[in-house]
């Protein structure tokens, strides 16, 4: 059964006030400014007369479109866009809804490397290895929906995305977001394994058990592949969101109101194009905003600059409705340690105290480049424990146990009193922390380290979990070979 994370307790990093001149800084960017997208002739024809004003020019020596929208166009889009729905599974007990009321874990995505729990060398990541990665998440009820965490680098780079979405439709009954099919093939592709899976274009339609999201080329741009990959999943009824991966100091301003501002704004631009060429279509808001490491250029995964744009970000989609996708945890640790554990605690809190609807994502170290097994397990392990603190606490007459405390008494215990025995599995209870053993305990059993235990954990996870079948995988088959025939 998934772990779904009830919001209790809620925080905010900004006013409504503040959330407001974000807003309409936002507008006035999408107003004044525009983004960068190039779009067809026959997308723009359908646009025509809807609020937006097209503007062509050159960009790199090769022509492109700037778009400029009305406040009046975004106001229809965001009308139009689902404030609920659901995240579709092939089996309906992982169904997830999307309610504004919990939230959702995920692995990261796209890693490129693997580290080896045993001899602590990295190497570059195969499809095995996502298929691995899968089955692990299909065991860990913390896991409710998958991204492809790592990158299948040994197929050939063409059909890559559907190799990815195989991996992870035959490995798990779990909902999937297919974030790597950024190109028209790679989302035709995928609508076409997805329907074999669930029978047909129509049934995928009904129950589109896969999703996606496109990201925008920070400051103020779109790819056009990634676009019409957007709307050949919104055509076919599959949930499709937007994401800003700004980088404050290098893509985006150096203070966070700036950073939120234009990552807002490309945000709200895929938004308001999709929402006006297919009214209704289910969405999201999507942010893995950061800022540039100064010493050595990266970026600073796990600052509290970091945590305060999750908030932020989380505020600003709930601030229109919608469904929050916001970056959580990718330690910039290279290994599961009190580093990883340190970022990605504080980083985890920021997502559940913002109320993010889903949280990506578990499993990857180093800014989201290195997969490590025991890493989704301490993730999971940190999920546990902030979706226990995030649901609060209740104060009534039952909770408060007036009667139970006045039969105990001065002196007395509560260790066999029905109230306990009623309560006492409320109790958090960790899967790897050892809080229990004596320090002579721990000496005898090797001084295992938390990461020792959820190495061990993924390991018996590995062994003794089944994943479900996949339905019309022959079919699956035929149809990679089909892409490979054409694309190879």
Same mark, same amino acid.
């Given at each position: 059964?998934?772990?779904?994370?009830?919001?209790?307790?809620?925080?905010?990093?900004?006013?409504?006030?503040?959330?407001?001149?974000?807003?309409?800084?936002?507008?006035?960017?999408?107003?004044?400014?525009?983004?960068?997208?190039?779009?067809?002739?026959?997308?723009?024809?359908?646009?025509? =007369?809807?609020?937006?004003?097209?503007?062509?020019?050159?960009?790199?020596?090769?022509?492109?479109?700037?778009?400029?929208?009305?406040?009046?166009?975004?106001?229809?889009?965001?009308?139009?866009?689902?404030?609920?729905?659901?995240?579709?599974?092939?089996?309906?007990?992982?169904?997830?809804?999307?309610?504004?009321?919990?939230?959702?874990?995920?692995?990261?995505? #796209?890693?490129?490397?693997?580290?080896?729990?045993?001899?602590?060398?990295?190497?570059?990541?195969?499809?095995?290895?996502?298929?691995?990665?899968?089955?692990?998440?299909?065991?860990?009820?913390?896991?409710?929906?998958?991204?492809?965490?790592?990158?299948?680098?040994?197929?050939?780079?063409?059909?890559?995305?559907?190799?990815?979405?195989?991996?992870?439709?035959?490995?798990?009954?779990?909902?999937?977001?297919?974030?790597?099919?950024?190109?028209?093939?790679?989302?035709?592709?995928?609508?076409?394994?997805?329907?074999?899976?669930?029978?047909?274009?129509?049934?995928?339609?009904?129950?589109?058990?896969?999703?996606?999201?496109?990201?925008?080329?920070?400051?103020?741009?779109?790819?056009?592949?990634?676009?019409?990959?957007?709307?050949?999943?919104?055509?076919?009824?599959?949930?499709?969101?937007?994401?800003?991966?700004?980088?404050?100091?290098?893509?985006?301003?150096?203070?966070?109101?700036?950073?939120?501002?234009?990552?807002?704004?490309?945000?709200?631009?895929?938004?308001?194009?999709?929402?006006?060429?297919?009214?209704?279509?289910?969405?999201?808001?999507?942010?893995?905003?950061?800022?540039?490491?100064?010493?050595?250029?990266?970026?600073?995964?796990?600052?509290?600059?970091?945590?305060?744009?999750?908030?932020?970000?989380?505020?600003?989609?709930?601030?229109?409705?919608?469904?929050?996708?916001?970056?959580?945890?990718?330690?910039?640790?290279?290994?599961?340690?009190?580093?990883? =554990?340190?970022?990605?605690?504080? #980083?985890?809190?920021?997502?559940?105290?913002?109320?993010?609807?889903?949280?990506?994502?578990?499993?990857?170290?180093?800014?989201?480049?290195?997969?490590?097994?025991?890493?989704?397990?301490?993730?999971?392990?940190?999920?546990?424990?902030?979706?226990?603190?995030?649901?609060?606490?209740?104060?009534?007459?039952? #909770?408060?146990?007036? #009667?139970?405390?006045?039969?105990?008494?001065?002196?007395?215990?509560?260790?066999?009193?029905?109230?306990?025995?009623?309560?006492?599995?409320?109790?958090?209870?960790?899967?790897?922390?050892?809080?229990?053993?004596?320090?002579?305990?721990?000496?005898?059993?090797?001084?295992?380290?938390?990461?020792?235990?959820?190495?061990?954990?993924?390991?018996?996870?590995?062994?003794?979990?089944?994943?479900?079948?996949?339905?019309?995988?022959?079919?699956?088959?035929?149809?990679?070979?089909?892409?490979?025939?054409?694309?190879?």
């Amino acid at each position: 059964m998934i772990h779904t994370a009830r919001w209790g307790v809620r925080s905010t990093v900004l006013s409504d006030e503040e959330l407001r001149r974000i807003s309409d800084a936002s507008l006035q960017i999408l107003e004044k400014m525009g983004l960068r997208m190039p779009l067809s002739a026959e997308r723009r024809d359908a646009l025509a =007369g809807k609020g937006l004003f097209f503007e062509e020019e050159e960009w790199n020596g090769s022509p492109s479109l700037r778009v400029r929208f009305s406040p009046e166009s975004v106001a229809i889009a965001l009308q139009s866009a689902p404030k609920t729905y659901t995240l579709y599974a092939r089996n309906p007990e992982n169904d997830l809804f999307l309610d504004g009321k919990q939230g959702y874990l995920t692995l990261d995505g #796209s890693g490129l490397f693997v580290l080896d729990a045993a001899t602590g060398a990295v190497r570059p990541s195969r499809k095995a290895d996502l298929e691995t990665a899968a089955h692990l998440a299909d065991a860990l009820p913390e896991i409710a929906f998958l991204w492809p965490v790592v990158s299948a680098q040994d197929v050939p780079p063409p059909v890559q995305p559907l190799h990815e979405l195989e991996a992870l439709l035959r490995f798990s009954s779990k909902h999937v977001q297919a974030m790597t099919a950024v190109t028209p093939t790679a989302a035709r592709g995928s609508i076409e394994l997805a329907a074999a899976v669930v029978g047909g274009r129509e049934a995928l339609r009904k129950r589109p058990i896969l999703s996606n999201f496109q990201c925008s080329f920070s400051p103020l741009s779109y790819d056009k592949d990634s676009l019409e990959a957007a709307f050949c999943f919104s055509e076919a009824g599959i949930p499709t969101g937007f994401l800003n991966m700004t980088i404050g100091c290098a893509t985006a301003g150096a203070t966070l109101a700036a950073n939120l501002a234009q990552g807002n704004a490309e945000v709200l631009a895929g938004i308001t194009l999709q929402q006006l060429l297919f009214p209704g279509t289910p969405t999201f808001y999507g942010s893995c905003a950061t800022v540039l490491e100064l010493r050595r250029g990266g970026v600073t995964c796990g600052g509290p600059e970091d945590c305060l744009l999750q908030m932020a970000s989380c505020a600003l989609a709930h601030y229109y409705g919608l469904p929050a996708n916001v970056g959580t945890f990718a330690s910039g640790a290279r290994m599961p340690d009190w580093q990883a =554990g340190f970022e990605n605690a504080l #980083s985890g809190m920021a997502s559940f105290l913002a109320g993010a609807d889903m949280m990506c994502g578990a499993g990857l170290l180093q800014g989201a480049t290195i997969f490590s097994a025991a890493q989704t397990v301490l993730d999971c392990e940190i999920f546990g424990f902030l979706r226990r603190a995030a649901g609060g606490l209740s104060v009534d007459d039952e #909770s408060l146990a007036l #009667s139970v405390i006045e039969s105990v008494g001065p002196g007395g215990n509560y260790l066999t009193e029905e109230h306990t025995l009623a309560h006492m599995r409320e109790i958090w209870q960790p899967r790897v922390l050892d809080r229990g053993s004596t320090r002579d305990e721990w000496e005898a059993s090797g001084r295992l380290s938390p990461a020792d235990l959820a190495e061990r954990r993924a390991r018996k996870l590995l062994e003794k979990h089944e994943p479900e079948p996949l339905p019309g995988e022959a079919e699956v088959r035929e149809i990679l070979r089909e892409y490979e025939a054409r694309l190879v």
